[in-house]
């Protein structure tokens, strides 16, 4: 049974940073892609930051050069660090892992991963 455990989200005014911690049980952080989603209330979910076993990343237009993901494979964590956050940044994340391995590439279907609960993000402005 993989489980994703995400932590680290709070409230923050804008400008402030967060780090994202995504600790996996049952999947190790090399075996595929894995992600950062989140959704806003009314809003589909959508891909913020992914990272391949490769350690190819890739970001939504809205958070380059502000978010970056990355993973400490020797403790078997993914992280994401939060910059310059804005009132636009609020949305619950998800941490999110490819059902499929060692896929040479992220898929952008929610349906393509295993999820986390969600941790929630808040900007004040």
């Known amino acids: 049974q993989v489980q994703l455990v995400e932590s680290g989200g709070g409230s923050v005014q804008a400008g402030g940073s967060l780090r994202l911690s995504c600790v996996p049980s049952?999947?190790?952080?090399?075996?595929?892609?894995m992600g950062w989603f989140r959704q806003a209330p009314g809003k589909e979910r959508e891909g913020v930051a992914h990272i391949r076993p490769d350690g190819y990343t890739t970001y939504a237009e809205t958070v380059k050069g502000r978010f970056t993901i990355s993973k400490d494979i020797a403790k078997n964590i993914l992280y994401l660090q939060m910059n310059s956050l804005q009132p636009e940044d609020t949305a619950m994340y998800y941490c999110a892992a490819d059902r499929f391995d060692s896929r040479n590439y992220c898929p952008r279907a929610v349906t393509s991963y295993y999820w986390g609960q969600g941790t929630q993000v808040t900007v004040a402005s």
């Open positions: 049952g999947y190790i952080v090399t075996r595929s892609c």
